[in-house]
């Protein structure tokens, strides 16, 4: 989320301060709430209806719940301590308590002064805050796709408060702020390849081999309840992703207009080259495949939105496309995990391929830096291994204290019922 240029990077680490009116820019103020308004319409409702129409119908409520109690959850703490921690200067591994309680954040009408975030300095930090906070949510509500069907809430609960806290916002804080190891290191994640989608991934493969697979799994059809749903949140994760990506701009300005443009052709070239490989693997050219494939080419672009051309974005969807459909099905069954609804050959395959096709497409003209194939796969593989070993953790902690998983009749009945005593008609 690269709202400054790399050299301005280099020479923000004094942190957030306090500014006038007059120095806000009343476009970019306005593009950034509207990107912050489509990137939490993402989370709730794009994220809960499309992982609620792929699972059976005993299970729509809890699924769709999970996302929406997350995005309560998280707001909570980010405002505690998850952005200071995040996106102050600090250490090259975790941010200071400057804006612990969001304090120091400030707006006061009678003088006109108001508190800006280095890493944005146009627009009101209030709105900064918002912006990485949709961030915040959305990267934990995937990783439930994961373990959909079988996890407690509570545990759910429990595990999202700590994931977030020890995952999710130190590496945040590694890529995005200047004095993180990564971004010092120069690595390029303009919305969140890395940050985001490789995290979320590598998270969801562990939940799905600590949890264990769905009973009856690999012996009987699980038929997806509602593919009109799953429709419906992918179109609304398509339509969110501009937000999420071309508002990483951080500005009303040709970088965002490139971004949306090179996110759009992305979603749509992998969308397409998802359904071919269908067809040349004589299966039917599905709409469950079409979804999959453009959330697929979404998140490949998302690290390279800000630094490629159309070209780039062209080769990137057709690459993505093909590799997690591949992911999605031949690499999930030689794992021998039952990742639900595809979290890991998705966000981690995907993000993965963004990440490392950025070190080779970036354009300089674009991004205004030159990518290195090193520093990203040196990025992207920290990422995946420090967010599995630490969810690994957090998981196992979980397990011998209060479990993980619901019981087999539980898990009979339908989370809808047996967690919360509601179910479809």
Same mark, same amino acid.
């Given at each position: 989320m690269l709202f400054l240029?790399?050299p301005?990077?280099a020479?923000? !680490?004094?942190?957030?301060?306090?500014?006038?009116a007059?120095?806000i820019?009343?476009?970019?103020?306005?593009?950034?709430l509207? !990107?912050t308004?489509?990137?939490?319409l993402m989370?709730?409702?794009?994220?809960?209806?499309?992982?609620?129409?792929?699972?059976?119908?005993?299970n729509?409520?809890?699924?769709a719940?999970q996302?929406?109690?997350?995005?309560g959850?998280?707001?909570v703490?980010w405002?505690v301590?998850?952005?200071?921690?995040?996106?102050t200067?600090?250490?090259?591994?975790l941010?200071g308590?400057?804006?612990?309680?969001?304090?120091?954040?400030?707006y006061?009408?009678?003088?006109?002064s108001?508190?800006?975030?280095?890493?944005a300095?146009?627009?009101?930090?209030?709105v900064?805050v918002?912006?990485?906070?949709?961030f915040a949510i959305?990267?934990?509500?995937l990783i439930t796709?994961?373990f959909?069907?079988?996890?407690?809430?509570s545990?759910?609960l429990?595990f999202?408060l700590l994931w977030t806290?020890?995952?999710?916002?130190?590496v945040?804080?590694?890529?995005?702020e200047?004095?993180?190891?990564?971004?010092?290191?120069?690595?390029?994640d303009?919305a969140?390849?890395t940050?985001?989608?490789?995290?979320?991934?590598a998270?969801?493969?562990?939940?799905?081999?600590?949890?264990g697979?769905r009973?009856?799994?690999?012996?009987?059809?699980?038929v997806?309840?509602?593919?009109?749903?799953?429709?419906?949140?992918?179109?609304l994760?398509?339509?969110?992703?501009?937000?999420?990506?071309a508002?990483?701009?951080?500005?009303?300005d040709g970088r965002a207009?490139?971004?949306?443009?090179?996110?759009?052709?992305?979603a749509?070239?992998?969308?397409l080259?998802?359904m071919l490989v269908?067809r040349?693997r004589?299966r039917?050219?599905?709409?469950?495949?079409?979804?999959?494939g453009?959330?697929?080419g979404?998140? !490949?672009?998302?690290?390279?939105?800000?630094?490629?051309d159309?070209k780039?974005a062209?080769i990137?969807g057709?690459?993505a496309?093909?590799?997690c459909?591949?992911g999605?099905?031949?690499l999930?069954?030689?794992?021998?995990?039952?990742?639900t609804?595809?979290?890991f050959?998705?966000?981690?395959?995907?993000?993965l391929?963004?990440?490392?096709?950025t070190?080779v497409?970036?354009?300089?003209?674009i991004?205004?830096?030159e990518?290195s194939?090193m520093?990203?796969?040196? !990025?992207?593989?920290?990422t995946?291994?420090?967010?599995?070993?630490?969810?690994?953790?957090?998981l196992?902690?979980i397990?011998?204290?209060?479990?993980l998983r619901?019981?087999?009749d539980?898990?009979a009945?339908?989370l809808d019922?047996?967690?919360?005593?509601e179910a479809?008609?």
């Open positions: 240029s790399l301005a990077l020479q923000a !680490a004094a942190g957030p301060s306090l500014t006038t007059d120095q820019s009343a476009g970019d103020t306005a593009w950034m509207t !990107a308004a489509l990137v939490l989370t709730v409702p794009g994220l809960a209806l499309f992982y609620a129409g792929m699972v059976r119908k005993k729509v409520l809890s699924t719940l996302s929406f109690v997350i995005c959850l998280v707001t703490l405002v301590v998850g952005y200071s921690l995040a996106f200067p600090g250490s090259p591994f941010g308590l400057d804006r612990l309680m969001l304090d120091g954040l400030s006061v009408k009678a003088t006109g108001l508190s800006v975030s280095h890493l300095p146009t627009i009101p930090e209030s900064y918002m912006f990485q906070l949709t959305i990267t934990p509500a796709g994961a959909a069907e079988r996890i407690k809430f545990a759910m429990l999202m806290l020890f995952v999710y916002v130190p945040a804080h590694w890529v995005w200047p004095t993180g190891w990564l971004a010092q290191l120069g690595a390029l303009f969140g390849g940050v985001v989608h490789i995290n979320a991934g998270a969801g493969l562990v939940c799905a081999y600590v949890l697979p009973s009856q799994y690999g012996r009987q059809a699980f997806p309840h509602n593919l009109l749903f799953t429709l419906t949140g992918a179109s994760l398509w339509v969110g992703w501009f937000g999420f990506n508002g990483s701009a951080g500005a009303a207009g490139m971004a949306m443009l090179v996110t759009q052709v992305a749509a070239a992998a969308s080259s998802w269908e040349l004589r039917p050219m599905s709409l469950l495949g079409a979804c999959s453009a959330v697929a979404l998140v !490949a672009i998302t690290p390279a939105s800000g630094f490629v159309v780039g062209l990137i057709m690459v496309g093909a590799l459909h591949w999605a099905t031949g999930k069954w030689f794992m021998d995990a039952d990742d609804l595809d979290v050959g998705i966000h981690c395959i995907g993000g391929t963004g990440a490392v096709l070190g497409l970036a354009d300089a003209a991004g205004g830096v990518g194939l520093v990203q796969a040196v !990025a992207a593989l920290a995946l291994f420090y967010s599995a070993l630490v969810t690994l953790a957090i196992l902690l397990q011998f204290t209060m479990g619901v019981s087999p539980d898990e009945a339908g019922i047996s967690q919360h005593g479809l008609e």
